[in-house]
């Protein structure tokens, strides 16, 4: 299954948890394509006790999951892309929504 996830929480529980179904997805076999949108930015950073996001983002990369990040939205906070989230635009999410058998949103 090709499943594309669009995540705008800057939750660090909720996005954490939201890579650990990407990684178990990608375990299963499934192609999986993570967007970040408006406050799904900032979720490299994300860090509350026991939720670092950001281990769960390495681990969901390391499995072959691809995570896009808005560039507008970057800008909007004066950030920038990283390796781990490239810089990207609508058409990428555009793409994962097109191309995707499920799209689901945090």
Not at 43 to 52: K, P, Q, R
Not at 70 to 78: E, V
Request: proline letters at 1%; aromatic letters at 8%.
């Amino acid at each position: 299954m090709k499943l594309g996830i669009v995540i705008t929480s800057n939750d660090a529980e909720t996005v954490w948890n939201v890579f650990r179904l990407g990684v178990f997805a990608l375990k299963e076999g499934d192609d999986v394509k993570v967007f970040l949108l408006a406050r799904g930015v900032e979720c490299e950073s994300l860090h509350e006790g026991e939720f670092v996001v950001a281990i769960q983002m390495q681990k969901f990369v390391d499995k072959g999951g691809r995570i896009y990040a808005c560039g507008t939205c970057l800008k909007i906070r004066n950030e920038k892309g990283s390796e781990i989230c490239p810089l990207s635009t609508m058409r990428d999410l555009y793409d994962i929504v097109h191309q995707s058998d499920r799209v689901l949103t945090f």
